[in-house]
């Protein structure tokens, strides 16, 4: 069988440049400037060893629904963090909105999720709770 290895998550945007420095300011992601094979503009980010590429939508598109919790496709991002309550608090003071409060799930595992632009949901995860 063919082996395969991660390369990139592809997010799409009316405003890569808006929603790169969202995640420049909210989660330190070094924002990447590259060119499409097309030859278009294309803001990338490395988000801790993620590659994530920002395609330009035209203004008018519309964000995908997702009634009552139910998703197709990506359903969110997941960021591994220590101390996740302090996270949080940092992230609060930047002006994050969460959707779920730090919470624990299981003994050791507490979780949080942030909505980042486009309605994308960012999950923190902090596996190294005592």
């Given at each position: 069988m063919a082996e395969f290895s991660y390369d990139h998550v592809h997010l799409r945007?009316?405003?890569p440049d808006a929603t790169a420095a969202y995640y420049e300011r909210m989660f330190g992601a070094k924002i990447i400037k590259s060119v499409m094979s097309n030859g278009i503009g294309r803001t990338d980010m490395n988000l801790g060893g993620v590659m994530i590429f920002l395609a330009q939508t035209p203004p008018d598109s519309e964000l995908s629904d997702k009634p009552e919790g139910s998703y197709v496709g990506l359903d969110h991002l997941g960021l591994r963090?220590?101390?996740i309550d302090?996270?949080?608090d940092e992230l609060k003071a930047k002006g994050?909105?969460?959707t779920v409060e730090p919470k624990?799930?299981?003994p050791g595992v507490r979780i949080a999720f942030v909505r980042g632009p486009q309605n994308v949901l960012i999950e923190l995860l902090d596996r190294d709770v005592a």
């Open positions: 945007s009316p405003d963090v220590r101390n302090a996270v949080c994050a909105e969460f624990t799930i299981r």
